[in-house]
């Protein structure tokens, strides 16, 4: 395999790697309360955590440069923070993967806390634990096969993104090129050899991520 | 029976033009030409064009790769020529020559020297199309390496010559390589500043079209639209947006 290859995988792992962690600590909340509310929100809140799935990348890809760019007020203010821009940047990666993945994070835990249900969590707090402690110590352990599967889905899901960044990351080697913007000007140029080496790195890595999730949260389900 | 005659006549109306569509693959940079030639192509009752655009290199692969195009407008001269090697197609001649532009859509920068604005700032981004598959990112990296632009400036690749367009009038880039004609549309102001990069400083674009060759077809309305391409009234429209003619 070629340096730029690697490259391009590094580069994605550590894309989805980071989307992952921060999605995590963003989703965990907001899946906690939508599996714990009645308000009127619920509702609008859910639609938009699902957006994405429904939406074409294209969609987030073009609001994306259209409220970011340098020169758009959003996309200026973040240039007078922070001295870069977010448009062609690893950052901007983050920040639209982090929207593009979301429901990938939320759906299945929202889902893993309902499933458990309040007693626990009351009856913990009952006992004098705190509401943090009480979800760190209890709801957490319960609900884990619901934090794996939605780590897992991020991390793939982002691993595998393609539409949005080919829209937003202008194709700089270890910056904004990744393995599938990779493969793709692999195809684009007829080097067959390297998109061939590339797809079944990912295919590989893809299935065997999901393989071990289904197996681990099968385990679990035995076990309990 | 108004309703079932009416979907007959469309029937039998879709059939009739079905015989008489050629499918193009323009290159990017040549797309908004091609409307107006596929226009005027249709309004002398010949056939109808379907466009398909994208980057050279792209459009290539997908004709090696089977793709059902009658007509390849490309934005170079090696790929068209390969396909005729090939065995893919034939009739290659040029039907355009390429220019290249350095253009910024920052109001801020009109009236002034868009290639001067560029070296003064070796922290803006610069937007080409990707060399690797469009030719005029290939005229790009030549002439930028021409201009003795060395700074280790960020330089964003489009998909093709399109998107690298895209993300210099959206501002995302502050500045682009570019193709001429994708510059001055009719009708519209450029906002920024505009150098058109000397001829000399990269390789010619020569913009070669073929016939794509489908042994199941005949082609007829694809001759017809490659014989259009070279007639005077075409000739005109594509030298009045900005290209070069052989």
């Given amino acids: 395999m070629t340096a730029a290859s690697i490259e391009s995988i590094l580069l994605s792992l550590r894309l989805a790697g980071i989307t992952t962690v921060i999605l995590l600590l963003v989703a965990t909340p907001i899946a906690w309360w939508l599996s714990n509310t009645r308000h009127l929100l619920k509702g609008p809140v859910q639609a938009v955590v699902a957006l994405p799935i429904v939406l074409p990348p294209t969609v987030l890809g073009f609001y994306f440069i259209a409220f970011l760019n340098p020169a758009a007020p959003l996309g200026a203010l973040w240039v007078d923070v922070t001295g870069s821009s977010l448009t062609f940047s690893f950052t901007g990666l983050v920040i639209a993967s982090l929207l593009y993945s979301l429901p990938f994070a939320v759906q299945p835990l929202q889902s893993a806390f309902e499933t458990l249900g309040r007693q626990e969590f009351e009856a913990a707090q009952t006992l004098g634990a705190s509401r943090f402690d009480a979800f760190v110590s209890v709801i957490v352990p319960l609900a884990l096969p619901g934090f794996v599967s939605a780590a897992v889905l991020t991390f793939a899901h982002t691993l595998g993104e393609f539409g949005v960044v080919l829209m937003v990351g202008g194709n700089i080697p270890g910056e904004t090129r990744t393995v599938s913007i990779a493969i793709y000007d692999y195809v684009e140029t007829l080097d067959y050899a390297a998109a061939h080496t590339l797809s079944l790195v990912l295919l590989v890595a893809a299935f065997t991520i999901l393989l071990a999730t289904f197996v681990y949260n099968g385990r679990r389900r035995s076990a309990t | ?246």
């Fill in chain 2, 1 to 246: 029976m108004p309703r079932i005659s009416l979907i007959l006549l469309l029937l039998s109306l879709s059939e009739a033009v079905v015989a008489g569509v050629v499918h193009v693959a323009v290159a990017a940079n040549f797309l908004e030409p091609a409307r107006e030639l596929a226009a005027r192509f249709e309004a002398g009752g010949a056939g109808i064009v379907r466009l398909s655009s994208g980057s050279t290199g792209k459009l290539y692969a997908q004709i090696v790769a089977g793709a059902p195009f009658d007509v390849f407008l490309a934005a170079d001269d090696t790929r068209p020529l390969k396909l005729v090697e090939a065995g893919k197609a034939s009739q290659a001649f040029v039907y355009a020559l390429g220019r290249l532009s350095l253009v910024s859509a920052d109001p801020s920068l009109a009236g002034r020297d868009c290639r001067e604005a560029l070296l003064a700032d070796p922290e803006a981004t610069l937007a080409v199309a990707n060399p690797d598959t469009a030719p005029y990112g290939r005229a790009a990296a030549e002439a930028l390496a021409a201009i003795g632009d060395g700074s280790s400036r960020r330089i964003v690749k489009g998909d093709s010559v399109a998107q690298a367009m895209h993300f210099v009038t959206s501002r995302a880039a502050r500045f682009g390589l570019v193709a001429a004609a994708q510059v001055s549309r009719p009708g519209t102001a450029w906002p920024g500043c505009r150098w058109d990069v000397p001829a000399g400083l990269y390789a010619p674009i020569r913009q070669v079209a073929v016939l794509v060759i489908d042994p199941g077809s005949r082609n007829d309305a694809a001759r017809a639209f490659l014989e259009f391409l070279r007639s005077a009234e075409a000739r005109a429209l594509i030298s009045a947006r900005d290209y070069g003619l052989p």
